[in-house]
C-alpha cells in the first residue's frame, strides 16, 4: 500500500478503532444508555429517528452557511483593508482581537432580543463566531507581502493598488482556504449554540430535546449529524483549495 493511500485509509481506521473500543468499554462495563450510550444505541436511534434528524440537520446547515456567507463577506473586506493599511492594522487589530475574546454564547440573549427567537440569532451568531479566522488570514496574508517583492513591483511601474491586487490576494489564497476550513467548522458550533437556546428548531433545539426527554442517544445521533456535515464542508473545501492553490503545495505533494 502507497504512503497516499495510507493517508487516505488512516481517518477511518482510526474512527473504526474508537467505534470498536467504545463499544466494548460500554459492553463491558455495562454502561447505562441514559448516561454514555454505544455506538450501537446511537446508530439505532439515528435510524428510527431518521426523519426528524433529517429535518433538523438541514435546518442548522442552511442556517450555518448562511451565516458562514456573511463572515466570508465582511471578513475579506476587512481582512482586505487591515491587511493593506498599517494605519488600519495598528487601529482595528486589538479591538478585533478583544472582541473575539468574548464568549458568542453570551451574545445569544442580546440577539434574541433584537430579533426574537428564530432564524436571526442563530445565522448571526455562525457570522460572529466564524469571521475572525478568515479576517486574520486575510490580514496577515497581504501584510507580510516580501518589502523586496514590492519594492521590484514598484521599480516596474507598479502601483499599490496593483501590487495588493495582482500579487497579495492571489498569494493569500492558501491562508484564505485555510481559514474557510477553520471557520466552516466554528460556524457549526455557533449555530448549534444559538438553536439550544433561541430556537424551535435545528439540531441544537433536538439536543436539548432529547437530553430532556432522556434520549441519549438521539442526543448524540444529532451530533454525529453536525461533524458529519462539518467535516463534509470541510472536505469540500480542502478539494477547492487543492484545485486552485495546487502552485502553493507541490512542494508537498512531491514529498
Known amino acids: 500500500m502507497t504512503a497516499r493511500r495510507l493517508e487516505a485509509w488512516a481517518p477511518w481506521a482510526l474512527l473504526l478503532l474508537t467505534l470498536l473500543v467504545w463499544q466494548g468499554l460500554c459492553s463491558a462495563f455495562s454502561v447505562s444508555e ?20 433529517g429535518r433538523h440537520a438541514w435546518r442548522t446547515f442552511w442556517v450555518t452557511l448562511a451565516g458562514f456567507g456573511l463572515a466570508i463577506v465582511f471578513g475579506v473586506l476587512l ?12 487601529a ?17 440573549p442580546i440577539l434574541v432580543v433584537w430579533f426574537g427567537i428564530g432564524v436571526g440569532p442563530a ?18 496574508g497581504l501584510a507580510t ?11 516596474l511601474g507598479a502601483r499599490r493598488w496593483d501590487v495588493l491586487m495582482k500579487v497579495g490576494l492571489p ?16 460556524a ?11 430556537s424551535n428548531e435545528g439540531i441544537g433545539y433536538l439536543l436539548v430535546s432529547a437530553g430532556s426527554a432522556m434520549q441519549m442517544g438521539l442526543a448524540f445521533a444529532g451530533l454525529v449529524a453536525v461533524g458529519a456535515m462539518a467535516m463534509g464542508m470541510y472536505e469540500a473545501f480542502s478539494l477547492l483549495e487543492r484545485r486552485l492553490t495546487g502552485w502553493a503545495h507541490r512542494g ?3 514529498a
Open 123 to 140: 445565522i448571526l451568531t455562525a457570522f460572529l463566531i466564524s469571521f475572525f479566522p478568515i479576517t486574520v488570514n486575510i490580514a496577515t
Open 34 to 53: 441514559f448516561v454514555f450510550p454505544s455506538p450501537l444505541r446511537i446508530a439505532e436511534q439515528a435510524v428510527e429517528f431518521r426523519g426528524e434528524i
Open 188 to 198: 457549526f458550533v455557533g449555530t448549534t449554540v444559538s438553536e439550544m437556546t433561541a
Open 92 to 108: 482595528i487589530y486589538p479591538l478585533m482581537t478583544g472582541f473575539n475574546a468574548l464568549p458568542k454564547a453570551a451574545f445569544v
Open 171 to 186: 498569494r493569500t489564497l492558501p491562508h484564505f482556504f485555510g481559514s474557510l476550513k477553520v471557520a466552516i467548522t466554528l
Open 145 to 155: 507581502l516580501e518589502p523586496e517583492l514590492e519594492d521590484v513591483l514598484r521599480v
Open 252 to 254: 508537498s505533494q512531491a
Open 79 to 90: 481582512g482586505f483593508l487591515v491587511g493593506s493599511s498599517r494605519l488600519a492594522y495598528a
